[in-house]
Antibody
C-alpha cells in the first residue's frame, strides 16, 4: 500500500526556521515526483514545487522560489520542505503528494507561525 | 507561465442535476490536465487524469473532456456526497498550477 506520512503539527515564532518531512513507502520512491501543496485557511490549493528523488531534479513555483527549499533523502525515502525564516503568512496546512498528477497524498502538516 | 482559469467559482444545483465545471489554460497543454475533489476537512482526491481518464474507484458519474486549452469536468447526476470543492491542475512542463477551485453545493 502506498503511504505518505508527514511529520506532525508545528507551532513556531516569526523568524524561526523549520523543516517538515514526508516519508514515502509502498512504492519505488526514486521513480515518482513528490510535490508540496499549500492550503491556507479557507483557501484553495497552491502548488509550491516538486522533486524527483531519483536525481533530485527540483522545480519551484515562482511564488515560492527563494522562500522555501525542497529536498530529498533517498536512503530514508523522505522528502523535506524547509524555511529559513518563517513569517506569519506561512501559517497553513502543507500537503505532500506523489506522482504526475498527484495520486496519493500525505495527511497534511499544520504549520502555525505566531508571536 | 501558463495560467489556469477555472469557472465558475461556485455553483448550487439540485440532486440529480448535470453539473459542468470548466478549466482553461493560457497555452496548449495537450491533455496534461487533472481534476481533484476536496471535501470539507478532507484530503484532496484525484478524480481524473490525462483530461479524461477516470482514476480507479471514482464513480462513473464523473467524467472529463477536452484537450489543448479547454477542459471540462462533468458530474452527470449530482449526489449529496459530491458536495466539495473541485480543482483542476495542469501537470506538464516545469510548473504544475492549480485552478482557483469551484465550490459545489446542493440547492
Amino acid at each position: 500500500e502506498v503511504q505518505l506520512v508527514q511529520s506532525g503539527a508545528e507551532v513556531k515564532k516569526p523568524g524561526e526556521s523549520l523543516k517538515i518531512s514526508c516519508k514515502g513507502s509502498g512504492y519505488s520512491f526514486t521513480s515518482y515526483w513528490i510535490g508540496w501543496v499549500r492550503q491556507m485557511p479557507g483557501k484553495g490549493l497552491e502548488w509550491m514545487g516538486i522533486i524527483y528523488p531519483g536525481d533530485s531534479d527540483t522545480r519551484y513555483s515562482p511564488s515560492f522560489q527563494g522562500q522555501v527549499t525542497i529536498s530529498a533523502d533517498k536512503s530514508i525515502t523522505t522528502v523535506y520542505l524547509q524555511w529559513s525564516s518563517l513569517k506569519a503568512s506561512d501559517s497553513a496546512m502543507y500537503y505532500c503528494a506523489k506522482g504526475a498528477p498527484f495520486d496519493n497524498w500525505g495527511q497534511g502538516t499544520l504549520v502555525t507561525v505566531s508571536s | 507561465d501558463i495560467q489556469v482559469t477555472q469557472s465558475p467559482s461556485s455553483l448550487s444545483a439540485s440532486v440529480g442535476d448535470r453539473v459542468t465545471i470548466t478549466c482553461r489554460a493560457s497555452q496548449v497543454i495537450s491533455n496534461y490536465l487533472a481534476w481533484y475533489q476536496q471535501k470539507p476537512g478532507k484530503l484532496p482526491k484525484l478524480l481524473i487524469y490525462a483530461a479524461s481518464t477516470l482514476q480507479s474507484g471514482v464513480p462513473s458519474r464523473f467524467s472529463g473532456s477536452g484537450s489543448g486549452t479547454d477542459f471540462t469536468l462533468t458530474i452527470s447526476s449530482l449526489q449529496p456526497e459530491d458536495v466539495a470543492t473541485y480543482y483542476c491542475q495542469k501537470y506538464n512542463s516545469v510548473l504544475w498550477t492549480f485552478g482557483q477551485g469551484t465550490k459545489v453545493e446542493i440547492k
